[in-house]
């Protein structure tokens, strides 16, 4: 059984005027995604890559407004970890950020620290766990908000560039928090990100959304080997990619891949 499955979904913003028409982003999705699987989602910007995962949370047109339509089935909960985490952030120490949705629910105590510590462990907080959020880097507030996500135990975890606007040692923290949930989890997971590097490296499928619809979907070396269409509809390309084709190669799309390819 899919974990998640859309057929012609189909999503429309309100209009930005009163007397205007409908802002159609949608306009007809197909996917298929299967349980415990790593999907990469790129494209152009504007294309409706937060919109889609928005839609998948069930908080579009919940608190977006809009109209949905076609199938959509989605087995299990959801954990969704947003763009930005200065404005998620509210509780006065890390330990106490991953603590409150957990309180929420009424976890038992036992269960909640357990919990807990082990989202500390998978994301490399145990150190901080008593630091105020607003006293850490953009790395280190984002792997709290993907610690306080996976506490809750999620079927589908949905990142929303989750190394977006970080500085290299933010990325490689960020990264390396995912490494080791891809490597202690059998969560799904699912991530819309403009880092091309990034999603050559952790998905085992990527798709690609542009002009409303999933427009390709396959391995990463398939998908990013093409850099030329790529490139004409705006959509990222990993350097390593570049490098490939520049060498009239398509073998490798990863710097991994590359060493091991041209063995150096």
Known sequence: ???????????????????????????????????????????????????????????????????????????????????DPEGQLFNSTVEMEIAWGLENL?????????RIDRALDVCGLNALRHRAPDTLSGGEQKRVLLAATLAMQPDVLLLDEPVGSLDPQGRAEVLHAIADLRAHGDVT????????????????????????????????????????????????????ARLARALGRSDFVTLAGAATALDV
């Open 1 to 83: 059984m899919s974990t998640i499955c859309c057929q012609d979904l189909r999503f429309a913003y309100p209009p930005v005027l009163e007397a205007g028409e409908a802002v159609q982003v949608l306009t007809g999705v197909d996917l298929d995604i299967a349980p415990g699987t790593f999907t990469g989602i790129i494209g152009p910007n504007g294309a409706g890559k937060t919109t889609l995962l928005l839609l998948l949370a069930g908080l579009a047109p919940r608190l977006t407004g809009g109209e949905r339509s076609g199938s959509m089935l989605v087995n299990g909960r959801v954990g969704m970890v947003f763009q």
């Open 189 to 240: 997971v699912i991530m819309v990100e403009n880092d091309a590097d990034a999603v050559a490296v952790f998905a085992e499928r990527v798709l690609v959304l542009h002009a409303g619809g999933i427009r390709r979907a396959g391995p990463p070396r398939d998908i990013f080997i093409d850099t030329d269409w790529l490139d004409s509809i705006g959509a990222p390309v990993p350097a390593a």
């Open 106 to 114: 009424a976890v038992p105590r036992a269960e909640m620290r357990a």
